[in-house]
């Protein structure tokens, strides 16, 4: 075993042990010993207990631990910590940044288990609640966070999207008055992409040239006529250059590689030269599809009859529901969002949504504060013209399925965003079970981010979605399209299972500040990728149409 694997051990064992609070004097020790052991030019492994502990820095005990580490490849301490800690916790050690103790309060006083559970709170502006943390060092965390996603290769559409525009702005500058098309995944609007895709109708000769004597990309390497490199945020790039069959490059670069062949097959190949990419829809029988819909065959029995909708526009909102306040965890009080609403993105209505009592570490609130809350939302909506405030909970789903208000308090509220957010480790027919009875609830309107999942670092948790859908369908609840970049949940792959059930969707910003409701940009982006159109879209809904479906439905849970 090399020095360095030992040194890196030794400070996970002090690290481990600083964070569940053991002897400081013991932990010190362990921890320079791992400096030293980094830094000796003699090299320890296979030394025996006598001779470790005449090395400085390594006393008796610690020789011992090399001697089992050494023969048994760990330290059973070592192990026992490991055993104690969850695995996302052990990840957060590696951040630079912040230490065991944070790492301690970020775990126990937030209930944070991971490092996309940490990645979201630092976009809530979670961090700067908890002891020990500012707006800087949460700021330093984030960063240090989207550095390491970016390692990975794969990026979420939010991040990838400035960086698309900017180079798209750049080759339309290097080929002024030629047409360049953003194709691939970006252009089918997916919720992760890979890499980015560029078609310009150019000579390619002429273009890859001029492409590869700019800065632009780095690491680039030519195949045919398409040139491949790396941006310096580490997203891949190809360029396709195509002067005589452009729109057919166009097509077969942006459509995934079953959409596309499922259409060739109805056209025998693509032995002619398109004049666009709707000719080749036509030659094939079929309706014009959207890019966003260009994912395998799954809408193209729907185009041979016709039948596609118009997918829904960001116009097309009227509203903003599912939203956070100074109340809970968000950054703005109810009046500086509502403003910013009516004002800057001319909406007719927000609906708030603090989070409920057992949300302890989001200053979920008390009865008391829910009956504060509403007379403040009353003052609000005599005072603003020409907007309405909806008083809205997002109430916790317990471990059993119910909701942690009692029903006189629930039916104070014009709408219920039923949500979970702990116990995510249930086995499917567990989990499922459990949103099922939060579904039949009578007072749950619309299911909060159905599996609580965080793209690139937390999976959803495990549910039967046909039973869920099914269960919403038969309870007439509303099923949100969460709008945060980083969950984009309920997945766009089952919102043409809950169109065709007759549920609802409704596209949410989950806003903690202003800025926040700017999501409801890849909310639409995701709900088009889905299929949906405004007339199935709660949010859609002009004010008096929400307002008469709220108060109809409470009117029902009262009459039964």
């Known amino acids: 075993m090399e020095n360095k694997a030992i040194a890196r051990t030794l400070r996970l064992l002090s690290q481990l042990m600083e964070l569940h609070d053991e002897n400081p004097f013991k932990i010190k020790s362990i921890a320079n010993a791992a400096f030293k052991v980094d830094k000796s030019p003699v090299k320890l492994g296979g030394k025996s207990l006598e001779e470790l502990e005449k090395v400085d820095g390594i006393g008796k005990s610690i020789a011992a631990k090399l001697v089992e580490l050494f023969e048994t490849g760990t330290i059973a301490e070592l192990q026992q910590l490991l055993d104690a800690t969850p695995a996302g916790i052990v990840e957060m050690l590696g951040i630079k940044g912040i230490g065991p103790k944070k790492i301690a309060t970020i775990w126990h006083d937030l209930g944070i288990e991971n490092v996309g559970e940490l990645y979201y709170a630092c976009n809530e502006n979670r961090l700067i609640e908890a002891k020990g943390f500012g707006l800087k060092t949460q700021e330093d965390i984030k960063k240090v966070i989207e550095f390491k996603m970016a390692s990975s290769g794969k990026f979420l559409y939010a991040q990838v999207e400035p960086i698309a525009d900017e180079l798209l702005k750049r080759f339309e500058a290097l080929f002024p008055g030629i047409t360049i098309t953003l194709c691939g995944e970006f252009r089918r609007r997916c919720d992760i992409i890979n890499e980015l895709c560029f078609v310009i109708a150019t000579d390619p000769d002429t273009a890859i040239a001029k492409i590869q004597h700019t800065e632009l990309l780095s690491d680039m390497t030519v195949q045919q006529n398409t040139l491949s490199g790396v941006t310096e945020h580490g997203v891949r790039v190809s360029i396709t250059v195509a002067d005589t069959d452009y729109y057919k490059q166009v097509f077969v670069k942006t459509g995934n590689k079953e959409h596309v062949e499922a259409v060739l097959a109805l056209i025998k190949g693509l032995n002619f030269k398109p004049t666009s990419e709707e000719e080749i829809y036509q030659k094939a029988g079929l309706q014009y599809m959207a890019p966003e819909l260009r ?173 869920v859908i099914d269960a919403c369908a038969a309870n007439n609840v509303v099923i949100e399209i969460n709008a945060n970049p980083l969950r984009l949940d309920l997945d766009w792959r089952w919102h043409q299972y809950a169109l065709d059930k007759g549920v609802w969707l409704s596209i949410n910003p989950d806003a903690h500040r202003v800025e926040g409701f700017l999501d409801m940009h890849y909310g639409v982006l995701v709900a088009r990728k889905g299929g949906l159109y405004k007339e199935r879209c709660l949010n859609a809904l002009s004010f008096e149409q929400i307002n008469k479906a709220f108060a109809s439905r409470k009117t029902k849970i009262a009459t039964h």
């Open 295 to 467: 994912e395998d065959d799954d809408f193209i029995a729907k185009a041979a009859k016709n039948e596609l909708p118009k997918l829904i526009e960001y116009a097309d909102l009227k509203g903003t529901l599912h939203n956070h306040s100074t109340w809970s965890d968000g950054v703005n009080t109810i009046e500086e969002m509502a403003l910013y609403c009516r004002d800057t993105l001319k909406l007719e209505y927000l609906g708030m949504c603090d989070h409920s009592k057992t949300a302890f570490y989001a200053k979920g609130l008390s009865i008391e504060q829910v009956l504060r809350q509403h007379e403040e939302i009353d003052s609000l909506n005599k005072k603003l013209e020409g907007f309405h405030i909806f008083k809205g909970i997002e109430s916790d789903i317990l471990n059993d399925g119910s909701l942690d208000y009692p029903d006189e308090t629930l039916q104070r509220f014009d709408f219920v965003v039923a949500s979970v957010h702990s116990n995510l480790k249930m086995a499917e027919d567990k989990a499922t079970a459990r949103l099922i009875k939060a579904i039949e609830n009578p007072y749950t309107t619309i299911l909060g981010h159905p599996t609580g999942r965080l793209l690139l670092s937390r999976n959803g948790y495990p549910i039967d979605y046909k039973k």
